[in-house]
């Protein structure tokens, strides 16, 4: 299938299969083994899929490639069980490719799970290891409750501070629904995110006040700056409930915290500033780590029952009064599929930026007769 432009906003929309082949393609080219590389599109075109646009396409150069290319990231995997019981498991990464590490170490929860009824699972030593949903909906696909967390490079303040000290730090859940979706609750325990920002800035949009400050405490709005700042310090994330206690957040910070403990703690990896993947002015691997729990729903009820009361829970929420003005309640995980079920035919939204990368990417691996884009 051919990409697809719409109507005059530079903006094409290139098939899913197309660009997850692709996405193997160019792992391969900077040396991920062929499975390997799979599994990275695999995790890669799963945020697009469900609309989200920022963890997808849109991260394979900068994120991945790019890091490759630097040596600063292997893309040859050494997955190594340091330590193992019935029912947990810490995991080195050994900076090799983290969807994979990540994607092995939940399965190892769900297969713990199956036997015992839970199994965690700790990791250091990982990288990027895209949407933190993709693991959780491998467990909610098993019958499982799945959680996961991960540390990540340093761009946001402490409440009452201005120094970027621990990253967004998403705390990810998922569990199975007798409706067509299971419930997924992924994000930050930041106001926002650096992707979102990035999204923004490729846009040439304003970010709205109150989700970043400068050393000042003051708020900026500046998207392209903003990304530059991050990097250098002269700006900060809030986190989620946003600047000082008034809108509680304290909360988000509390939670971001948990995070980083259980990211780094468990199994004696990096956190905070050792995360900022600069050492003497040079760039060097970040050193994540991350954690998966599964919990096997069966071990506490049927499996049935468990679904069917979750679904009535998130309906009849849905289903209460909205606010004046308002048409819909949404529940978590139902905009990803909705967003899945308006992008299935269509594939992904490629702006000019993406497009450029894409482009660029192709033609360093000698990729162009293969993937002859229209763009």
């Given at each position: 299938?051919?990409?697809?432009?719409?109507?005059?906003?530079?903006?094409v929309?290139?098939?899913?299969?197309?660009?997850?082949?692709?996405?193997?393609?160019?792992?391969?080219?900077?040396?991920?083994?062929?499975?390997?590389?799979?599994?990275?599109?695999?995790?890669?075109?799963?945020?697009?899929?469900?609309?989200?646009?920022?963890?997808?396409?849109?991260?394979?150069?900068?994120?991945?490639?790019?890091l490759?290319?630097?040596?600063?990231?292997?893309?040859?995997?050494?997955?190594?069980?340091?330590?193992?019981?019935?029912?947990?498991?810490?995991?080195?990464?050994?900076?090799?490719?983290?969807?994979?590490?990540?994607?092995?170490?939940?399965?190892?929860?769900?297969?713990?799970?199956?036997?015992?009824?839970?199994?965690?699972?700790?990791?250091r030593n990982?990288?990027?290891?895209?949407?933190?949903?993709?693991?959780?909906l491998?467990?909610?696909?098993?019958?499982?409750?799945?959680?996961?967390?991960?540390?990540?490079?340093?761009?946001?303040?402490?409440?009452?501070?201005?120094?970027?000290?621990?990253?967004?730090?998403?705390?990810?859940?998922?569990?199975?629904?007798?409706?067509?979706?299971?419930?997924?609750?992924?994000?930050?325990?930041?106001?926002?995110?650096?992707?979102?920002?990035?999204?923004?800035?490729?846009?040439?949009?304003?970010?709205?006040?109150?989700?970043v400050?400068?050393r000042?405490?003051?708020?900026?709005?500046?998207?392209?700056?903003?990304?530059?700042?991050?990097?250098?310090?002269?700006?900060?994330?809030?986190?989620?409930?946003?600047?000082?206690?008034?809108?509680?957040?304290?909360?988000?910070?509390?939670?971001?915290?948990?995070?980083e403990?259980?990211?780094?703690?468990?199994?004696?990896?990096?956190?905070?500033?050792?995360?900022?993947?600069?050492?003497?002015?040079?760039?060097?691997?970040?050193?994540?780590?991350?954690?998966?729990?599964?919990?096997d729903?069966?071990?506490?009820?049927?499996?049935?029952?468990?679904?069917?009361?979750?679904?009535?829970?998130?309906?009849?929420?849905?289903?209460?009064?909205?606010?004046?003005?308002?048409?819909?309640?949404?529940?978590?995980?139902?905009?990803?599929?909705?967003?899945?079920?308006?992008?299935?035919?269509?594939?992904?939204?490629?702006?000019?930026?993406?497009?450029?990368?894409?482009?660029?990417?192709?033609?360093?691996?000698?990729?162009?007769?293969?993937?002859?884009?229209?763009?």
């Open positions: 299938m051919a990409a697809k432009t719409i109507g005059g906003k530079g903006v929309w290139a098939p899913f299969d197309l660009m997850e082949r692709f996405m193997a393609d160019v792992f391969k080219g900077v040396g991920v083994p062929e499975e390997d590389a799979k599994v990275c599109a695999e995790v890669l075109i799963t945020s697009d899929k469900r609309g989200i646009d920022s963890h997808g396409v849109a991260r394979m150069k900068a994120f991945y490639y790019d490759i290319k630097a040596g600063i990231q292997k893309p040859v995997t050494d997955f190594e069980v340091v330590r193992e019981g019935p029912t947990t498991a810490v995991i080195d990464g050994h900076n090799g490719m983290g969807h994979l590490i990540s994607k092995k170490a939940m399965q190892m929860c769900i297969d713990k799970a199956r036997k015992y009824g839970m199994g965690m699972a700790a990791v990982s990288t990027h290891y895209g949407i933190a949903g993709y693991y959780v491998m467990a909610a696909d098993a019958g499982m409750i799945g959680m996961t967390g991960t540390n990540a490079r340093p761009c946001v303040a402490p409440t009452f501070g201005v120094e970027n000290m621990f990253g967004t730090n998403p705390l990810t859940f998922g569990l199975p629904t007798d409706e067509e979706f299971p419930f997924v609750i992924d994000c930050a325990t930041s106001l926002t995110q650096r992707g979102k920002i990035e999204v923004y800035a490729r846009q040439g949009k304003e970010l709205p006040p109150g989700w400050i400068d000042a405490g003051k708020t900026r709005t500046d998207s392209v700056r903003v990304l530059e700042d991050l990097v250098k310090g002269r700006a900060a994330l809030v986190p989620l409930g946003g600047i000082g206690e008034e809108t509680a957040g304290y909360k988000g910070y509390g939670y971001a915290v948990l995070v403990i259980l990211s780094a703690a468990l199994q004696g990896g990096s956190f905070l500033m050792m995360l900022s993947g600069v050492k003497d002015g040079k760039n060097v691997p970040c050193h994540r780590g991350h954690f998966f729990l599964a919990v729903i069966s071990a506490f009820c049927p499996m049935e029952e468990f679904k069917k009361t979750a679904g009535e829970i998130l309906r009849q929420l849905r289903a209460s009064k909205k606010m004046p003005g308002q048409s819909r309640i949404y529940t978590a995980g139902e905009k990803e599929h909705l967003a899945w079920l308006e992008r299935k035919d269509k594939g992904v939204p490629l702006n000019k930026e993406n497009q450029k990368e894409v482009l660029a990417m192709r033609d360093e691996l000698g990729l162009k007769s293969k993937y002859p884009f229209p763009f």
